[in-house]
């Protein structure tokens, strides 16, 4: 636990908020796609039947006008809660909590309200109103104190009702017919849970939590510089859009240019070879050890620096395994940190045309300890 706690304190509120509003960002993003898809398919095998009538009757039973108003107006308030998150901007943030609680009560109450309501889905949709109430208190007096009681109660109500939904939607695994069968069905329970809309609340109230509780200094918060000449610095917003919009391929080229440039910053080259490194993330899990190993490789970097980073490999360990690229912000926000207070410049190898010598080669040149150190990699 002393371990986890330290993590937490590499998170400063500005890297919390880019995390956690990635994923309502990414979550939201995902049902107003799905939505819109299934709404096109619709639409399109019905201009294939040429049956205009039957087209509406699927439409209707696939989605009603109030299914899809319903996940509109739900997924606008999710992208306003990640906005804030994002901007680091508790106003919003609270604004949109304000409304996600109001959206929550609505369904409850309507839910109570119907003849032969479940109780078991009335108790699943309290969990979650009362974790919007708690956040709300939390923010609104900003107490830490408060606000510790308050996480915990809610890390807990909502474990419990994740893991009931999910044992109640296994249960019929046992009569799967072959492995394929029983993956779609422990996959369906998995989102059938609320696993994921869970962490979104425990996100929220983590950034909260970090919001109220950070003492650390954040030295990008008011980094107001130009881009450090560093050839391993990508600002956030671009490695976030690449992350959003190119996952598969800019997964590949990260976990490539975060091996080499750790690789760089510690002068070791032999060890982590970028290749191979980035080859082994075929294998099931091994992302999840490479971010461990290479969040301690920085951290010893950062904290020679100046900083005072703890338990960095544990904290990316958590992330990548319970957050989707959770991890890559968090490392990339940590290179960014190093190019900004190491006393290096770190340039890519380029060739110019000399008249007398032909194409040379630029090699590295080290200047005086008072001028920061030049470096030119290879590519």
């Known amino acids: ?37 299934n709404i096109v398919k619709s639409f ?55 409304l996600t609680t109001g959206e929550g009560l609505f369904y409850l109450v309507q839910g109570m309200m119907q003849e032969g309501a479940d109780f078991t889905l009335v108790m699943y949709n309290s969990v979650y109103v009362i974790s919007l109430v708690l956040i709300l208190l939390s923010l609104v007096s900003f107490r ?12 807990v109500l909502n474990t419990v009702a994740a893991v009931g939904a999910f044992v109640a939607c296994i249960s019929p695994i046992h009569l799967a017919e072959g492995f394929f069968e ?12 609320g696993l994921i809309s869970r962490l979104l609340i425990i996100g929220l109230y983590i950034y909260v939590l970090m919001l109220i509780a950070y ?8 980094y107001c510089d130009d881009t450090p000449d560093n050839y391993f610095y990508i600002t956030m917003k671009k490695h976030m859009a690449l992350l959003f919009f190119f ?41 999840c050890y490479w971010s461990c190993t290479q969040a301690k490789r920085l951290e010893t970097e950062l904290n020679k620096h100046g900083a005072q980073e703890e338990e960095m490999g544990v904290t990316a360990l958590l992330l990548s395994l319970f957050i989707g690229f959770g991890s890559e912000i968090y490392l990339q926000d940590k290179i960014n940190q190093y190019c900004i207070i190491s006393n290096k410049i770190i340039k890519k190898k380029v060739s110019y045309y000399d008249e007398n010598e032909g194409i040379v080669p630029e090699y590295p040149v080290d200047t005086t300890e008072q001028k920061p150190t030049e470096i030119v990699i290879d590519e």
Do not use: C
């Open 1 to 37: 636990m002393e371990k986890i706690s330290s993590a937490f304190r590499s998170l400063s509120p500005r890297l919390t908020g880019l995390i956690v509003g990635f994923m309502w960002l990414s979550y939201f993003a995902d049902e107003l796609y799905t939505l819109l898809t």
């Open 44 to 98: 399109i095998a019905a201009d294939e039947e040429m049956l205009m009538g039957h087209y509406e009757d699927e439409l209707m039973n696939a989605y009603s006008t109030g299914d899809i108003v319903s996940v509109v107006i739900s997924s606008v308030i999710g992208l306003i809660v990640a906005v804030g998150l994002l901007k680091n901007h508790p106003k919003i943030i609270l604004a949109g909590t304000v």
């Open 144 to 155: 830490a104190l408060l606000t510790n009681i308050g996480f915990l109660v809610a890390v």
């Open 182 to 193: 029983a993956a779609n069905i422990f996959l369906t329970s998995m989102e059938g849970s």
């Open 215 to 222: 003492e650390g200094e954040d030295v990008q918060e008011n």
């Open 247 to 287: 996952a598969p391929v800019w997964y590949f080229v990260w976990v490539y240019r975060t091996t080499k440039a750790i690789n760089v910053f510690k002068d070791e080259h032999d060890k982590y070879k970028p290749g191979r490194e980035t080859l082994k993330l075929l294998l099931p899990l091994y992302f």
